[in-house]
């Protein structure tokens, strides 16, 4: 198994190119066939979040950012769960970005997580996609909180190998006014949502003939064991089911997306959806 740290910590974000949303539809990705990827948000999120360190712009042109790049104090104190929630939402948006899923035409770009530049579906054209993403993790809170699950991890699935993005770990039960606990999750959330978009030159440009997907892999605390982390060990399981298929359209969207494994760790629910594009 190869771990995608090896290469990436080599990559400098602020050399990132970043899309314009006035590029030409020439300039969009282009891809066919069916595109797999795990749609995995939980309760609706709140924007806003106020992050420790300012973000400087360097590298990203401030115009493409609500209120030019300026960042918004919270009203309210950050919790560690929004933490979490907003890092899994912004994840599974910048895949659909970086799989050509929707057109270029249909992301902005927005701050997250110590505020970081994300590719977010448009909320005023996408509304009914960005809710559909955010509505299969309901539960995910109670059993984090709970410490039902010992590890979160976003992986890159290619050609049978596995190759590990981050690791959110979760030892124990959390509390939740817990700031230093708060603070530790904003650092993990920020570096794995970094490592995701990092993956941008493979994911947009894969090697002749290899089929690429994110897969989601989970680690229960009552499974956990001291072995190497890895997707053979038996605590590690890719959490994929065909027991569930159903059909569904965005309405916002020119292509059908239908959600074709629907699964659950215990009440950690999450989707699979393929998506056939147009040719």
């Not at 559909?132 to 109670?142: D, E, K, V």
Request: positive net charge.
């Amino acid at each position: 198994m190869a771990h995608s740290r090896h290469g990436l910590t080599s990559y400098d974000l602020s050399s990132l190119s970043w899309t314009s949303r006035g590029q030409s539809s020439a300039q969009k990705i282009s891809s066919r066939g069916t595109i797999f990827f795990f749609v995995i948000s939980p309760l609706p999120l709140g924007h806003g979040h106020c992050f420790s360190r300012p973000w400087s712009g360097a590298g990203v042109d401030c115009a493409m950012w609500p209120a030019g790049g300026r960042i918004r104090p919270c009203a309210r104190r950050l919790r560690w769960m929004d933490v979490l929630v907003d890092c899994l939402e912004c994840c599974v948006q910048e895949v659909l970005y970086q799989r050509g899923v929707y057109a270029q035409e249909c992301f902005v770009v927005e701050r997250h997580m110590d505020n970081v530049p994300v590719h977010c579906l448009n909320p005023k054209t996408c509304r009914s996609a960005r809710g559909y993403i955010r509505s299969w993790i309901g539960s995910l809170g109670s059993y984090l909180s709970a410490g039902h699950i010992q590890t979160l991890s976003i992986a890159l699935y290619s050609d049978g190998r596995a190759f590990e993005v981050h690791d959110l770990r979760f030892t124990g039960q959390f509390n939740v006014s817990d700031a230093a606990t708060t603070r530790t999750l904003c650092e993990q959330a920020s570096d794995l949502l970094r490592r995701v978009m990092l993956m941008r030159a493979t994911m947009l440009q894969p090697p002749t003939g290899t089929k690429i997907t994110y897969r989601l892999l989970a680690s229960l605390a009552s499974d956990a064991d001291s072995r190497p982390l890895t997707s053979a060990t038996s605590n590690r399981q890719w959490v994929c089911d065909d027991r569930t298929e159903l059909d569904m359209r965005l309405g916002d969207a020119d292509t059908e997306a239908t959600p074709v494994r629907t699964v659950a760790v215990r009440q950690f629910r999450m989707a699979m959806v393929a998506r056939q594009l147009p040719p």
